[in-house]
């Protein structure tokens, strides 16, 4: 019987984790995917918002705001990559001037520092490669961009360590309850739990209603990106938006934490698994995104990509403990800012658990830092002593990204095992460079059989069942 079962395991999910990991609390995590992090937190646009955007006491406000702070700390903690940049909301017009003096006052209301409105000399001064059409622009300079999916790994990982249980290719399909022991169904097994907390992102409202009475609906939408090579990542040096709109937050352009430049989102009413992108909708997002930044060089793209938000009527989070359900408690409508608010929700959300009745007594001993070898980044005294220690970190595997042997072997004995080519991108970048995986994939795939000892076509591209290889052509084959 555990305490706390927490169902999904993106930002919110392993944010819960890691935060109940500090605990003397039974806690599980499941994840009906191969891996954690595969969900809307893996495609998205990656900024840790500054919080001027959420209107003035929403919960959007005040967990956007706390989770810019949060997040700053977790990743220095957890070395996990992230810059705080900054941003410019840019005003095309005297109406739109009008618009970014109001998000700065939302902004001061919200709690956000540092807030200006800049000038079109200051505007260009700062970004020269910034359309001539922006006339001014609000300066937000606390907000950041991040590598969403290492955030969540690194969460979980740390949870993990600290005895939090994660249980994959696990989908809960029915939840029931009996005195005050709720039973989690999944065809991986059952699971038992005090405590219930719904983080199943874009299916929340299934899952919530498997035990519960109906009280949100998920409208996901979905919002489709460029993301270019790194000779396009210094193009500008702040995350450049333009207006908000009804829609959100618009079309963006903006360095990623790995040194590329990514283009988007877009904005429409989709399926919650559809994940592919359109011709509609790219166009959409390269012409729009051409009207701040017109010397983007959309030849140099190396992936289209799309996210599903998890938006609600409402337009806000839906944290709260079930009125007749006792001990249920849900973290849902995480649609922007979403990433940025999971990790200061999951505090709150202990504190909530603690006034529901679940005792909450301080772990001794508990691991709050983690350390990744970044071979790319290191000295060359720092990468000749490693290799000195481990000669797999002198095999270079992805040449685009310089990633290593070594540094693929430690990712799949941490305590979260990826078992698929994309699940060792997410954690060393393998893959992420310009060709894509295209030379270094079938090699990961090598290592992740020989090093989990499974057969190669057991190893996915990504999800169970994105098969790469079903078996040797011809038998007797030279091994
Ligand atoms: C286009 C786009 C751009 C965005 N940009 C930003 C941004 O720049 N900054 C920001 O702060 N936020 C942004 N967001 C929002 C942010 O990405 C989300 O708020 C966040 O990733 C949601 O995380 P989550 O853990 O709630 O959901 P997810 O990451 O989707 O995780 C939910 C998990 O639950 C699992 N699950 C679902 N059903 C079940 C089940 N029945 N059984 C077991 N497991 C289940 C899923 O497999 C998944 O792993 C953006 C979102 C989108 C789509």
């Given amino acids: 019987m555990y305490d706390v079962a927490i169902i999904g395991a993106g930002i919110?999910?392993?944010?819960?984790?890691?935060?109940?990991?500090?605990y003397n609390v039974k806690a599980i995590v499941i994840e009906k995917e191969n891996d954690v992090s595969v969900g809307t937190t893996?495609?998205?646009?990656?900024?840790?918002?500054?919080?001027?955007?959420?209107?003035?006491?929403?919960?959007?406000?005040?967990?956007?705001?706390?989770?810019?702070?949060?997040?700053?700390?977790?990743?220095?903690?957890?070395?996990?990559?992230?810059?705080?940049?900054?941003?410019?909301?840019?005003?095309?017009?005297?109406e739109e001037v009008k618009h970014v003096e109001a998000l700065k006052e939302r902004g001061i209301a919200n709690g956000v520092p540092g807030l200006e409105v800049w000038d079109q000399a200051k505007v260009r001064e700062e970004e020269p490669n910034i359309s001539d059409e922006v006339v001014a622009a609000l300066y937000s300079p606390t907000t950041g961009i991040v590598s969403p999916w290492e955030l969540a790994i690194a969460l979980a990982e740390t949870a993990a360590t600290n005895g939090v249980e994660f249980m994959l290719n696990a989908e809960v399909t029915n939840i029931t309850k009996a005195g005050d022991v709720y039973t989690v169904e999944t065809p991986a097994g059952n699971v038992e739990a005090k405590y219930i907390c719904n983080a199943a992102g874009v299916y929340a409202d299934k899952v919530n209603e498997y035990v519960c009475k109906k009280s949100f609906t998920i409208l996901p939408n979905k919002g489709e990106y460029y993301l270019l090579d790194k000779s396009q990542g210094s193009l500008v040096n702040h995350v450049i938006f333009q207006?908000?709109?009804?829609?959100?937050?618009?079309?963006?352009?903006?360095?990623?934490?790995?040194?590329?430049?990514?283009?988007?989102?877009?904005?429409?009413?989709?399926?919650?698994?559809?994940?592919?992108?359109?011709?509609?909708?790219?166009?959409?997002?390269?012409?729009?995104?051409?009207?701040?930044?017109?010397?983007?060089?959309?030849?140099?793209?190396?992936?289209?990509?799309?996210?599903?938000?998890?938006?609600?009527?409402?337009?806000?989070?839906?944290?709260?403990?079930?009125?007749?359900?006792?001990?249920?408690?849900?973290?849902?409508?995480?649609a922007s800012p979403g990433l940025t608010s999971a990790p200061a929700i999951a505090v709150d959300l202990v504190k909530m658990l603690g006034e529901s009745g679940l005792e909450l007594v301080e772990k001794e001993n508990v691991v709050d830092t983690r350390k990744v070898n970044r071979f790319k980044h290191m000295s060359h005294e720092e990468r000749a002593a490693l290799i000195k220690e481990n000669p797999?970190?002198?095999?270079?595997?992805?040449?685009?990204?310089?990633?290593t042997e070594g540094e693929i072997v430690d990712a799949l004995h941490r305590p979260i095992v990826p078992t698929s080519i994309d699940g060792i991108k997410r954690r060393c970048n393998a893959g992420m460079g310009r060709c894509q995986g295209g030379f270094c994939g079938p090699r990961v795939q090598?290592?992740?059989?020989?090093?989990?000892?499974?057969?190669?076509?057991?190893?996915?591209?990504?999800?169970?069942?994105?098969?790469?290889?079903t078996g040797e052509t011809k038998e007797g084959g030279a091994k």
């Fill in 392 to 403: 797999l970190y002198g095999k270079i595997i992805c040449r685009c990204e310089t990633v």
């Fill in 42 to 94: 893996k495609a998205n646009s990656a900024i840790v918002h500054g919080g001027y955007d959420p209107e003035t006491g929403t919960l959007m406000a005040k967990y956007n705001v706390a989770g810019n702070e949060r997040i700053k700390e977790l990743c220095g903690k957890l070395d996990v990559p992230y810059k705080q940049i900054g941003a410019l909301v840019c005003a095309f017009s005297e």
């Fill in 243 to 334: 207006c908000p709109n009804e829609k959100g937050k618009g079309v963006l352009v903006s360095p990623t934490v790995h040194g590329n430049l990514i283009v988007g989102p877009d904005s429409q009413p989709s399926a919650a698994d559809d994940l592919s992108t359109t011709t509609e909708g790219l166009n959409f997002v390269r012409t729009t995104a051409l009207k701040s930044v017109p010397t983007i060089n959309y030849r140099e793209s190396i992936r289209n990509f799309a996210g599903v938000r998890a938006r609600t009527a409402v337009h806000d989070f839906f944290i709260f403990e079930d009125k007749e359900q006792k001990g249920f408690f849900n973290i849902s409508g995480m």
């Fill in 446 to 469: 090598e290592i992740i059989a020989r090093e989990l000892n499974m057969p190669l076509e057991d190893v996915y591209q990504d999800r169970v069942g994105t098969v790469i290889i």
């Fill in 12 to 22: 919110t999910g392993c944010s819960l984790a890691y935060e109940l990991g500090k």
